[in-house]
Antibody
Framework: EVQLVESGGGLVQPGGSLRLSCAAS????????MHWVRQAPGKGLVWVSR????????NYADSVKGRFTTSRDSAKNTLYLQMNSLRAEDTAVYYC?????????????WGQGTLVTVFS | EIVLTQSPATLSVSPGARATLSCRAS??????LAWYQQKPGQAPSLLIY???TRATGVPARFSGSGSGTEFTLTISSLQSEDFAVYYC??????????FGGGTQVEIK
């Protein structure tokens, strides 16, 4: 069974940093693209980032480019999201998701999410 | 950036009735469109990808159709567990991957 378990969320002040982790199991982690998607309280889904299967290529939403970095450790089957220079508008539940479907650009498995709250 | 517009924002449907949800793209996305279901307090789950292919384990009452800029998700006979928010998502032109604003399906 595919499992994705996020951790690392919490309260942080504007300008601060957090690192989210997503532990993967039940599938060959190194074969899949992985994504981060976020959802502000009461709002819709927003794609944040994508990393390819070997970690050599990444893409980001414009709203986080230059502040967030996604990486992966295939030895630990873990995906990361390093978030720097956090802003109030980054407050959201952050989900990691496996790239599936035909193109690995659909999200066929999701974690339960971890809440990041940026407050002053 | 491709903008996806979902309508209606809220759909009130009686159990057992048919529900039709719409997703319109600001430019063609071919067949690179997916649908997700999200229940309160839960992560989304993939229903449909490639515009019309059901994901593993998705009941046959869910069907997707369309191509280009107009897409439809149909739930043929609503069950109690189907009352949720539904999102469409395109993967034809990226980054960014984009989602629609969602349609809430509620009990009438």
């Amino acid at each position: 069974e595919v499992q994705l378990v996020e951790s690392g969320g919490g309260l942080v002040q504007p300008g601060g940093s957090l690192r989210l982790s997503c532990a993967a199991s039940g599938f060959t982690f190194s074969s899949y693209w992985m994504h981060w998607v976020r959802q502000a309280p009461g709002k819709g889904l927003v794609w944040v980032s994508r990393i390819n299967s070997d970690g050599s290529s990444t893409n980001y939403a414009d709203s986080v480019k230059g502040r967030f970095t996604t990486s992966r450790d295939s030895a630990k089957n873990t995906l990361y999201l390093q978030m720097n220079s956090l802003r109030a508008e980054d407050t959201a539940v952050y989900y990691c998701a496996r790239g599936g479907g035909v193109t690995m650009l659909e999200f066929d498995s999701w974690g339960q999410g971890t809440l990041v709250t940026v407050f002053s | 950036e491709i903008v996806l517009t979902q309508s209606p924002a809220t759909l009130s449907v009686s159990p057992g009735a048919r529900a039709t949800l719409s997703c319109r793209a600001s430019q063609s996305v071919g067949s690179n469109l997916a649908w997700y279901q999200q229940k309160p307090g839960q992560a989304p789950s993939l229903l449909i990808y490639g515009a019309s292919t059901r994901a593993t384990g998705v009941p046959a009452r869910f069907s997707g159709s369309g191509s280009g800029t107009e897409f439809t998700l149909t739930i043929s006979s609503l069950q109690s567990e189907d009352f949720a928010v539904y999102y469409c998502q395109q993967s034809n032109v990226w980054p960014p991957l984009t989602f629609g604003g969602g349609t809430q399906v509620e009990i009438k």
